[in-house]
Structure formats: C-alpha cells, structure tokens
C-alpha cells in the first residue's frame, strides 16, 4: 500500500484528517450566482469612466486617450541617490575617525569628504533604533520598546509598526524612487517569519522594491539564514569557496544598482545597507584578523585611556573630558552578566584569549569596511558618488553579551550556560573562523564605548545611545572634513531625508491618519558652524527598565538594572549631568540640583504618556522570551513536517525546550546503503539530528557545541519499512537550567540505544539554521556529515514531533499502521 493513501500518522500527530466524501455536484454543470436587483441599475464602470479625463468614440481614431493614473512618478529635479551603511553593536571609540583602533579606510574616506557627528544618539538597542530610522517615529511609537522577540502585547511594545508609522522607503516609492534594502531587518514580527506566514511587514510590502539579507536579529557570518524578497534562500556558496556574508551583502549591493541602472537610469535611488558587522557572532577572514596581532595586548583600560586622548586631540571630545569608571557602581546600575573584569586580575591564558577575541573583532569590523568600499568604488567609478548621500553610522554601543568572560559559542549566554576559560582556550586558534560563534568580553564593550559608562541595552548612559555617524554628499555639502557637535537622535535621520529629497511625511497614509515625526532635520548642520546651538529640545530614553532624558543640555539617569525584574520605579534614584559641558557624564550633579531632577523627571514621564513607553518592563530575558503571543497557527502538542520543505525557523518549529520529547520518522529504505538526515535542527553550536549513515540509525544532541556529543545509535539496518525515533524524558534541571533525564533510540517498536542526555533551556542558535527533514540546512549539526546531507536510498514519508504525554509505544503503533497502510 503505498504511503499517500494511509493517514492514521498524519490524524495522530495533527488531531484532524480530510476525508473526501461523495459529491452530489454535476459534472459541467454551470455555477449559479444570486443576483442582486440593484446590481443593474448601475454600470460597474460607472466609476471608473467618471474619473477618465480622454475622449471616447466610437473609433479609436477619434478617441483621446488618458494615461494620467498609470503616469510613472518622477522624484523631484535633481534628487540624491542615498546609500545608508547601518553597523551593529558599535560604540564612539571603536573607530579610527573616532580616534579609535580600528582601521576603517572606506570611512576614513567619506569623513574626510564630509562631516562626522559627535554627538548622534540611539535607542541603545538594534530594533527599536532600526525602526526609528525607518520611520521618524520614536521607538515606541513604532511599538518597536525592545527587540521583536521580547514583545509583550501593549501598544509601544507590541513588536508591529503600525499602519500610523509610514516608512520612509514608501514615501520615496511614492516620490519616484527605487528602494532597496540589504542585510539585516529585525522588524518583522518574530512569529512572521515563517514561510507561510504573513509578509504584511516584510520589507516588499514596507515600502522596498527588493531586499536580499536576513530578518533576524543575528546571523552566522559563514552559513547566514537568508532572505531574497519574499522567500528564503540558500547561500551561493560555501566557506571553502570563499564565501562570507559581509561579500555577499556588497556583491548584491552592486548587482541592484547595476541592474537600476541598466533598466531606469533617471530614477534616484535609496538603499539600506545593514551588514551583520559588528554583532556576534565576530567572523571573519584570517588575513583581516592577522593585521591586529598585538594590538590589543595592554587591556581594554590601556584601550580607553589611549582613545580618549586622540578623541581630544581630533576634537571629538572636549579637553577636560574624564573616562568613567570601568565597572557599574552597584548592581542597581547593571546585570551582575554585564560586570568588567579588570585586566590586571586575569591569568596569562585570559589576556591571550581576550586580546585574540577583540582582534577578531577589528578584523570583521575592518573586512565589512572594506566590502563597503567596494560599493562606494562603484558608484565613484561609474559617476554616481557625486549626487549621493552616503551615511555611515552604528545602531547602538557595543555589546556586552559575551559576558565577563567572552564566548567562543554566544548561544551559551542566551541559555545561561557559562563559559569556561579551559574550554574557550580550545578555540584560541579558530577564533572568528566557522568552528566558533564567538563574543569578545564586556571590557571591550566598554572600551569601545568610551569615554562613557556601559554599552549597548543601558539607556540612561551614552555608551549604550552614543554612536558613529558619518555624512559625506560631495555635491550638496560644502564642508570636509569637519566635524559637528549638536545633539541629535536617530528620529532625526527621517526628516533629513525629506527635506533633502523634496518630499514630505504624509499626514494621511493608504487612509491611516499619521503620528507626526518624532525627529527633526539636520541640514542645518551640513554648513552651520561645528559648535552652532541644536535644533533638538527634549529626548526620552527607555530600554529594559533603564531611563533617561536629555533636555537643553542636562541629561537624567535612572539608577536601574536591566532585567532586574524588581519593577519597584518609584524607589529608583536619578543622577543628573550637564552634558553639554561633561559629554561623560561623569560628575553627577543631582545633589546639588534638585530641582533640575524634579523638573526633568516630570518631562520624562511626559514624553513617556506621550510616546506609549508604558508600561516599563524590567522583567529578565526568560520571561520576556517566553512571553505568549499570537501566532498563525493554534498551540498544539503534535506537529508533523514534509521533505521538500525549506527550512522552518526555530520561531515558528515545535518547541521541544524545557519538556519531554518524541520524534519519529515513517521512513522505507530501498537501498541497503541508503543515508543521510531523516530530521536536523540547529547547528554545531546547538541543536539536534537524527540520521542515517554506516547502514545504522543515529541520533546525536549537540549540546552548546560542548563536546563530546550526546550520541545514540542502533544495529545494521536492512531495506524495508520502518518507523524510527527517538525519545527524550525529561527528569530534572541541571545546575544551569539545562534539563537532565534519559534518551531511547528505536527501531520500529524496538529499543536499539538508551541512556542519560541533557537539552538546552532556550533555543538551539538566533542565527537560524531552521528545523529541516531530509536534509540539514546551512551548518551541520553534528560533525558526523556535511550538509546538506540528503536523505538518499529510500523514501521519508513524514516525520513527527510529540511534546504531549502520551507515550512513544502509542504513538508507534499509530506510525506503523500509517506507514503499511489499512
């Protein structure tokens, strides 16, 4: 019998079957459609005709025609092409125009052709920045209050822009541009991407003609998840062949503009270039980190130390500036995960290891650079860099994820797993190469944050707000080389746009009335005097229960941690700092003006009613991540997946986390050395597959890339029919929240392997490397074979996921009599 026409399995794992039944309908027999009686008493194109302005007549010869609605719309008299380099987790002493250590000869290029701003703000989180330089709106207004995967359902943080948030690619669409978008997004909703999911807020349908990148927050640099327009795709190539997304990204780059320009040459142009540089993981080619061999080998205190000097020699920063401490003062300013080690208190093997992790670092950093300048090369050489604005900038400071310790696997952090020095020191060599999913350590987050406190997620201090931005328009912007110190956010960049294109924000979008522009524009600045006063009066900052405001120059800060999960706001305290004579904020002013305090904090709480910040949420990142929200689909114990498929994000995947499993696959082996990967999710740094290989079944559980792995296997496998599986018990947590409890491997009803096994708390990678059946997608699971591993020498009919109680014999038997048939 074969294997469509039996569907016990399929009713098993779904809970729901189609049975076709008997039809009374005729064969050919018309459709019947009641009529309504007024539908004749007007013409359909009654309307239509209405708003034709031509001539009709009976002859064509006579007629006029009229082609004013299908008019393709001009952008106004000699618009600016605009290209936006959008970095990651990158703070103001990174740099080299900055005075930092990091050698960016593209930059150094357009700074030296343009203006480099001092003092541009953020959110101090990518999301929520991202949206603001998509809109103009504040963050929470774009219900962006943190990152997509933590959204919590009220209306600043519900993870959706809004339809009252038009996005500045639809305005230029509107205006007579061509929009392109490469690289990262990380503002589709989390539980949208998905291939059958809705595409409402995918970047084809918010205003982008084409996109090639990725959605997520993050992304293997050597094996990305990624997106062409509105399907997922593989990479073109492979490590070995030379492949590294940073060269992807400026090859596609390239190849939308070629081809613009080859098509529509008169239109105008505007792309978002968002590579993966610098957010974890850090990879990058060999030959770009050997250029940093020992430059890192004083410490990241050295580090300050020296880059506040030539901030103050280059006039970054004004004399006088102090560095702030290197550590938070108490725990009510930070994550205890986010504390610095000082470098004088690490053994010889962690200065080693932390100093080859921050080359690692300055070589992606650098090696995007360069990737970047090849674009710019194009546009030079074929005449266009002229008429473009081209902004450089960073989206928040650095990120101190990797803890005080680093990591060669980030996922560790994001299951709450440590690092240990022993097992870091292993991967001393591949550093940056596909074999890690490294992190550098909080110090070099905050060194390359300074002079200022903290990095990335801490709002209320300019290490997290306070980043790179360069604008160079060698037609449009006089001044070179210069540098500029107003105050200004990343809400700003919209407006900037608008005013330099022509173009306005409508006050009504596709019949949605607009929430106003949060920012304001810069132009001013592009011939003003570099000390000249700002256009900017107020800015709110919220992120993860950490606050602050900027207004007229002073700047408040909540004493509050991240994640603390206490929710106790009205205890917090505030510290206050003229900011515009201590760009540090290092001399807390607050004792001494009390009444500024209280005079700001009612300007905080009325930007908040304002912007929709409330409700503050300072719950920890398992909460947040495990906050419910709806979805497309109804919860459910029971899943079952196809070969043929594209890989399916851990978003929307079975979520075996944190409870017992099944896993079971119909699969007929026709050819007695059939092999490869029955199901696979994750990669080497986390994940599981079962597989076929050496005639034998396995199932490995690849915990956090810890080796050794978990591995299970049976006896010989002859051709035939059978239903192979696995199932996990889940007994206990362990010391770091991993689940302990026992493995079965079988064969049809047959235990063939058992023993202990731990799984991860939280998910296999944020990279994607998606739940795949048949064949395992990007980078390999297990060490055992190499993708894509195709299923060869048989047939998989289904395979199925059961995170219910009932048991593995049960749910066996109804496998078998779907996989022999009734």
């Known amino acids: ?56 007549k009976t002859d064509i010869r006579d007629s006029k025609p009229d082609w004013t609605p299908f008019t393709p719309k001009k952008a106004p008299e000699g618009a600016p092409n605009i290209l936006f380099v959008l970095y990651d987790d990158t703070g103001l002493a990174a740099w080299s125009p900055y005075g930092g250590g990091i050698n960016m000869p593209t930059l150094d290029k357009l700074a030296a052709n343009g203006l480099t701003y001092t003092n541009w703000h953020t959110t101090a989180l990518c999301s929520p920045t991202r949206s603001t330089l998509l809109t103009g709106r504040n963050h929470h207004l774009n219900g962006m209050a943190g990152i997509t995967e933590v959204a919590t359902g009220f209306p600043g943080s519900n993870g959706h822009i809004p339809k009252e948030c038009a996005t500045i690619g639809q305005v230029l669409q509107d205006g007579g541009y061509s929009t392109f978008w490469v690289g990262k997004n990380h503002n589709v909703p989390e539980q949208d991407v ?74 105008p142009w505007y792309m978002w270039y968002c590579p993966g540089a610098n957010h974890a993981p850090h990879h990058a080619p060999e030959e770009y980190i050997a ?32 560095l702030t401490p290197m550590n938070p003062m108490s725990e009510d300013v930070a994550d205890p995960a986010d504390m610095v080690r000082p470098w004088d208190s690490l053994s010889a093997d ?45 989206d928040n400071g650095t990120s101190g994820e990797g803890s005080p310790n680093g990591s060669v696997n980030e996922n560790k952090f994001f299951n709450g797993f440590p690092d240990t020095i022993e097992e870091n020191m292993k991967y001393m060599d591949v550093l940056g190469s596909p074999d890690t999913y490294n992190h550098f350590p909080t110090g070099w987050a905050m060194a390359t944050s300074a002079p200022f406190r903290m990095f990335k997620r801490y709002s209320q201090y300019a290490g997290g707000t306070v980043d790179p931005l360069v604008i160079s328009w060698p037609k449009g912007i006089q001044a070179k080389g210069e540098l500029r110190h107003q105050y200004h956010h990343s809400v700003d960049i919209v407006p900037t746009l608008l005013e330099i294109t022509g173009l306005e924000m409508p006050k009504v979008y ?256 944020l990279s994607g490397d998606g739940m795949c059946v048949g064949w395992d997608s990007a980078d390999a699971v297990t060490e055992q074979y190499e993708t894509p591993a195709r299923f060869e020498g048989g047939t998989i009919q289904a395979v199925g996921i059961d995170t219910g109680e009932e048991s593995y014999e049960n749910l066996e038997l109804e496998a078998q009599r779907a996989l022999i048939g009734h």
């Open 1 to 56: 019998m074969k294997f469509g026409r039996s569907f016990g399995f399929l009713v098993l794992l779904t809970g729901s079957v189609f049975i076709p039944g008997p039809s009374n309908a005729v064969e050919n027999e018309p459709t019947k459609v009641a009529s309504d009686a007024s539908a004749d008493s007007q013409s359909p194109s009654e309307g239509k005709a209405a708003d034709f302005k031509g001539i009709i």
């Open 194 to 267: 998905a291939s059958g999911a809705s595409r409402e807020r995918w970047p084809l349908n918010m205003g982008f003609d084409r996109f090639y990148g990725f959605l997520g927050g993050e992304t293997n640099q050597w094996y990305p998840d990624l997106t062409e327009d509105n399907r997922f795709v593989e990479p073109p190539a492979t490590p070995e062949e030379g492949y590294h997304l940073s060269k992807d990204l400026a090859d596609q780059a390239i190849k939308m503009v070629k081809d613009h320009r080859s098509s529509n040459p008169s239109r």
């Open 291 to 322: 250029k940093y061999k020992g430059k890192f080998d004083d410490g990241y205190e050295a580090y300050r130390e020296h880059v506040l000097a030539r901030m103050i020699e280059k006039g970054i920063m004004p004399e006088g500036t102090e």
């Open 350 to 394: 962690e200065k080693k290891l932390f100093s080859k992790m921050m080359e690692v670092f300055a070589g992606f950093s650098e090696y995007t650079d360069a990737q970047v300048g090849r674009v710019v090369d194009y546009l030079e050489e074929t005449g266009q860099l002229d008429n473009t604005i081209v902004i450089y900038a960073a």
């Open 510 to 765: 596709e019949g949605v009335k607009q929430y106003p522009l949060s920012g304001k524009s810069m132009t001013y600045t592009f011939e003003a005097e570099p000390d000249a006063a700002t256009n900017r009066h107020v800015q709110y900052y919220t992120m993860f229960g950490t606050r602050g405001l900027w207004k007229d120059g002073w700047m408040i800060s909540s004493l509050h941690s991240p994640f603390s999960n206490s929710g106790d706001y009205e205890k917090d305290e505030w510290e206050l700092y003229h900011v515009a004579e201590d760009r540090a904020q290092s001399k807390n002013l607050a004792e001494k003006h009390p009444e500024k305090v209280k005079e700001l904090v009612a300007a905080y709480f009325e930007e908040a009613e304002k912007n929709l910040v409330l409700p503050i949420d300072d719950r920890s990142p398992a909460e947040l991540l495990t906050t419910p929200r709806p979805t497309n689909e109804p919860p459910s114990d029971r899943h079952v997946y196809y070969p043929g498929t594209s890989a399916i994000p851990e978003g929307v995947a079975a979520n075996i986390r944190g409870r017992s499993y099944k896993i079971m696959a119909n699969v007929e082996i026709t050819d007695a050395d059939a092999s490869g990967v029955l199901f696979a999710h994750g990669s080497r740094f986390g994940g599981h597959s079962l597989f076929l290989k050496d005639k034998k079944l396995h199932y490995v559980y690849n915990f956090l890339g810890i080796k050794p792995e978990q591995h299970f296997e049976s006896e010989e496998l002859k051709p035939g029919k059978y239903t192979l599986g696995v199932e996990f018990i889940r007994e206990k947590s362990g010391e770091h929240g991993e689940h302990l409890g026992k493995t079965k491997l079988y064969v049809n009803d047959k235990v063939v392997d058992s023993g202990d096994m731990k799984t991860q708390p939280a998910k296999f990678t």
